[in-house]
């Protein structure tokens, strides 16, 4: 490495060391120990991003191990090399976003059974550090998108929370609170949520519906949860069973308009997986070559604008716990390709 070049990092890096500082409370010089060693994609992972659930419940919560186990095991990552651990989100950061009252609660186990019901979780304090850890996640990943170019959480994409409740498996719009965030310390100016997930990110359009900062473009089924939509400022709607091809020239017909006309400063992508033919609560069609099309495209035009990007794995439902962490390693794989191609 140049001198040159070396001094250049070093400052960049110490931009991110304030950035962190503004973000985590404390324990911020390990991320940074972390970071100043990764060459490669940057991979934001914490193993505190599963919690035990009770048997059988309908959330896949060990698929987060899997997706990490698959990156490792099938080659597509290096641990000692490309991995950063995140801290959980502050109620400092998640209040951005949420109300106070709601964030408190949460935090502290005091939300009712009645509030409970629609996320799909009876409150633990390790679904509370579960979420708080993987809420920091995404945030981490944006951060480290605007240094890097381009980094992929191993969770995150929780975008039916509201700012009041939770909903749909979702506690904490993670989204919303890293795009928020990122505005408030100045960071960025603007920020566009690309949301592929097949359902519609309503907590995330509810949240910023009169907010010019950020905007939101949803592409979902519109036969599925949530079946009252809130409006994004930009709607697809796709028909059950919608294909690779239709998919993903709808894509390409939308989003390089988006980018050129609202010239976001970074966008952070949901590639939700629940888009596949073999999605449990999909209904879409897409196959793993769609998938991998899909990210790639949306990875490579951001990137290629010279936009960051950071991604989330967002939704994917399958009994079969190994092909569904198989299918959000797409999104890596895609990611990956990128990082090589365009010589981030
Ligand atoms: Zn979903």
């Not at 100043?36 to 009770?54: A, Q, S």
């Not at 939101?216 to 059950?240: A, E, Y």
Request: charged letters at 20%; proline letters at 3%; a neutral charge.
């Amino acid at each position: 490495m140049s001198r040159h070049k070396a001094s250049y990092l070093w400052n960049r890096n110490a931009d991110l060391f304030r950035i962190l500082k503004q973000t985590f409370s404390s324990k911020t010089s390990v991320v940074m120990q972390q970071l100043t060693k990764i060459k490669g994609l940057p991979i934001i992972h914490h193993d505190g991003y599963v919690c035990e659930l009770p048997p059988k419940h309908r959330f896949p919560m060990r698929k987060f191990h899997g997706v990490f186990e698959h990156l490792l095991k099938d080659g597509i990552i290096n641990r000692s090399l490309q991995v950063i651990e995140p801290l959980q989100v502050t109620k400092e950061v998640a209040c951005n976003v949420h109300q106070e009252e709601y964030v408190d609660k949460f935090f502290s186990g005091r939300t009712t059974a009645s509030e409970q019901r629609p996320t799909g979780f009876v409150w633990t304090p390790e679904l509370a550090s579960r979420v708080r850890y993987e809420t920091g996640g995404t945030v981490l990943t944006a951060e480290i998108s605007l240094q890097r170019g381009l980094a992929c959480s191993t969770a995150g994409g929780t975008h039916h929370a509201f700012p009041d409740r939770g909903a749909g498996f979702c506690l904490l719009n993670d989204l919303a609170i890293a795009a928020q965030h990122l505005i408030n310390i100045g960071k960025t100016n603007k920020v566009l949520i690309v949301d592929l997930d097949v359902h519609q990110g309503d907590g995330t359009a509810f949240i910023f519906k009169n907010v010019d900062s950020v905007y939101t473009f949803s592409m979902h089924c519109g036969k599925n949860f949530p079946f009252r939509k809130q409006q994004s400022d930009l709607d697809v709607v796709l028909d059950i069973g919608t294909g690779d091809k239709e998919y993903l020239s709808l894509l390409i017909d939308y989003l390089p308009f988006i980018l050129d006309s609202f010239r976001p400063d970074l966008v952070i992508y949901d590639a939700g997986v629940d888009t596949h033919k073999d999605d449990e609560l999909g209904k879409l069609n897409l196959s793993d070559k769609g998938l991998f099309e899909r990210d790639y495209y949306v990875d490579s035009t951001v990137i290629g604008r010279g936009i960051p990007c950071a991604t989330v794995i967002g939704g994917g439902y399958s009994q079969d716990l190994n092909q569904l962490s198989n299918r959000h390693t797409i999104v890596h794989q895609a990611a990956t390709k990128v990082w090589h191609v365009q010589g981030l």
